[in-house]
């Protein structure tokens, strides 16, 4: 029964979407997608560099440590640990410094939200001299991140990547965002913007860590019914900001809100079922999958 009802799903996942045939063919192979080893570069990452506007990210990893910038790391003391795996990813602006005994010190690679962008900016030095050897992947909606002149948030990076030429900075293509966005409706049968909600900095994180790395350990990421459990603990929604809104409010206030939220709790939901067909485990909290 049991075994006749997982061909079903497989059957309704596989002729649910054409274009996501590729992807979800190998999501739901017992053993996932290809190893890192035979890709050669990620499609839909582009360089940003005035001189190298079309090169693809090429880098693969065997184990990858996905840092959540949840409060579910302080006391974590998961640092030792993560500075040993070969690449660690973080989101957006989360800091090490005075962290590194929960978060760890080493970055390799560094997903930023647009939104996030001007905080990088501001303390450049930073982000982009001192951490010259972290690859830097942005991610925003095609008005803030066009390419030809009108896109203000593009224009700043190309200007950090003008003054900083080492760094190597890639942003997420057009494609590779609608292509996300097809996932999150093929995973859900909801259409992200018909729900008025947006992908987090997390969800492309996930698809970056799946694409990228053979193994992926992600820290202080909750599950999906993480905030209904009657003992759970409670958290800053990010590590660095001890006053703001607790993860579990934060999470509820986005999950329901009309426009503009992000599903999170759906969101997690998704990465459960990835899960049992890649090789990614949950720490600090641990997920019973």
Same mark, same amino acid.
């Given at each position: ?11 309704? &996942? %596989? ?6 045939? @590729? ?5 739901? /192979?017992?053993?996932?997608?290809? *190893? ?82 001007? &905080? %990088? ?6 982000? @982009? ?5 972290? /690859?830097?992947?942005?991610?925003? *909606? ?148």
């Amino acid at each position: 029964g049991f075994q006749s009802m997982q061909m079903l799903r497989w059957l309704c &996942l %596989l002729t649910l979407s054409l274009p996501l045939l @590729f992807w979800v063919g190998h999501v739901i /192979t017992r053993d996932g997608p290809p *190893p890192a080893a035979r890709r050669k570069g990620l499609r839909g990452y582009t360089r940003i560099s005035p001189g190298r506007m079309g090169q693809i990210l090429d880098m693969n990893c065997s184990q990858c440590a996905l840092v959540s910038s949840s409060g579910q790391m302080l006391g974590a003391g998961a640092g030792k640990e993560i500075d040993k795996i070969d690449c660690v990813i973080r989101m957006n602006n989360a800091p090490t410094e005075g962290f590194e005994k929960d978060v760890g010190s080493r970055t390799s690679v560094r997903v930023v939200s647009h939104t996030s962008v001007p &905080l %990088l900016v501001k303390n450049e030095q930073y982000y @982009f001299q001192q951490s010259a050897d972290t /690859t830097y992947v942005f991610w925003g *909606p095609e008005r803030n991140m066009r390419q030809d002149g009108k896109g203000h948030i593009f224009n700043a990076l190309l200007k950090m990547a003008k003054k900083y030429s080492n760094v190597r900075m890639y942003a997420v293509t057009k494609d590779k965002i609608e292509y996300c966005d097809g996932v999150f409706q093929n995973e859900t049968g909801k259409n992200r913007m018909k729900t008025g909600a947006f992908l987090s900095t997390g969800f492309f994180t996930m698809i970056l860590a799946i694409e990228m790395c053979d193994r992926i350990h992600v820290y202080g990421m909750i599950d999906d019914s993480y905030c209904s459990r009657a003992n759970h603990s409670v958290v800053p929604y990010h590590y660095y900001e001890q006053n703001r809104i607790n993860e579990c409010k934060m999470y509820k206030v986005h999950e329901h809100s009309q426009r503009g939220g992000h599903r999170f709790i759906t969101e997690k939901a998704i990465y459960a079922k990835w899960a049992t067909h890649h090789r990614i485990e949950f720490k600090h909290p641990a997920w019973s999958l």
